[in-house]
């Protein structure tokens, strides 16, 4: 998500900035309240993260490697890519009528 959030922050920025051209301040509350939703997806964890990819012991480490391996191995993890996607593909971007129009 640090490329999304790069990105939609860039545009929303530039968006707020253009939509505010006298008033900074406005601008950045403006920035602020379109990327606050996005960002807060992006910082939600699953439940035992991070614990569960950083092991403390050897043997939490071992157990993850052989986790990890048949999770590839089977391709359960392409097979759920797939099916649900990063939560990159969900992102909305408000209209701020500066981009180029499709055929341009």
Request: hydrophobic content about 45%; overall charge neutral.
């Amino acid at each position: 998500m640090g490329t999304t959030l790069a990105l939609a922050g860039a545009y929303h920025l530039a968006g707020s900035l253009v939509n505010n051209p006298s008033s900074h301040s406005q601008a950045f509350e403006a920035y602020e309240e379109a990327m606050h939703p996005l960002v807060a997806n992006a910082q939600k964890l699953p439940p035992a993260m991070p614990h569960l990819i950083h092991p403390q012991s050897t043997w939490g480490v071992w157990v993850l490697r052989i986790l990890v391996a048949a999770i590839y191995w089977s391709g359960v993890g392409t097979s759920l890519f797939k099916w649900k996607g990063p939560p990159a593909s969900v992102v909305k971007l408000k209209e701020y009528g500066f981009l180029a129009e499709e055929g341009e």
